[in-house]
C-alpha cells in the first residue's frame, strides 16, 4: 500500500489495524517498505493513496 505523509509518498505491508488511545481513530498498522525489519508506522485510513491485495500462498511442489 502508498500512504502521504509529510515526508512525501511511503509503501509497506499493512499488519493490523488499531484505534488510537486518545481520539479512537482507526489506524493502518504499516511494517515500511526500503526500512529496518520491524519498523512499523500507524497510518490513519484517511491518509491511505492505495492498496493491492495480496499475492495468495502458494506451495511449491516438493
Known sequence: M???TDEGYQAG???D???DVGNGELHAWVELDHQWVGMFRAVPL???QSASAAAPHVELAS
Open 17 to 19: 489495524l488499531r484505534r
Open 2 to 4: 502508498t500512504f502521504d
Open 13 to 15: 505491508t499493512v499488519n
Open 46 to 48: 484517511a491518509a491511505l
